[in-house]
């Protein structure tokens, strides 16, 4: 828990402004954000699954490059013919 006191002749706006700082230096804030939406790992056969699915498509550009005919559009179609 972060704890500030204030000092003498101090006005509220510097300790406010010291309390901030010491609150972003501390991380607490970073870690809120970071638990605030909590991503379930993947199961070896999604890893699995995925990594065949960029394979994949890096196979396809990769031979799109080679021809000379790779573009954004080529790139949609291809993840659009995969899907199906």
Do not use: H
Request: aromatic share 8%; hydrophobic share 30%.
């Amino acid at each position: 828990m972060i704890e500030v006191k204030k000092k003498d002749r101090e006005t509220s706006e510097s300790l406010i402004r010291r309390f901030s700082r010491r609150v972003q230096q501390s991380g607490v804030l970073y870690a809120a954000r970071g638990n605030r939406f909590y991503a379930k790992p993947k199961n070896k056969r999604q890893v699995r699954l995925s990594a065949q699915y960029r394979a994949k498509i890096k196979k396809e550009v990769d031979k799109l490059k080679k021809i000379g005919k790779f573009d954004e559009e080529a790139l949609k179609r291809i993840k659009r013919k995969l899907e199906e």
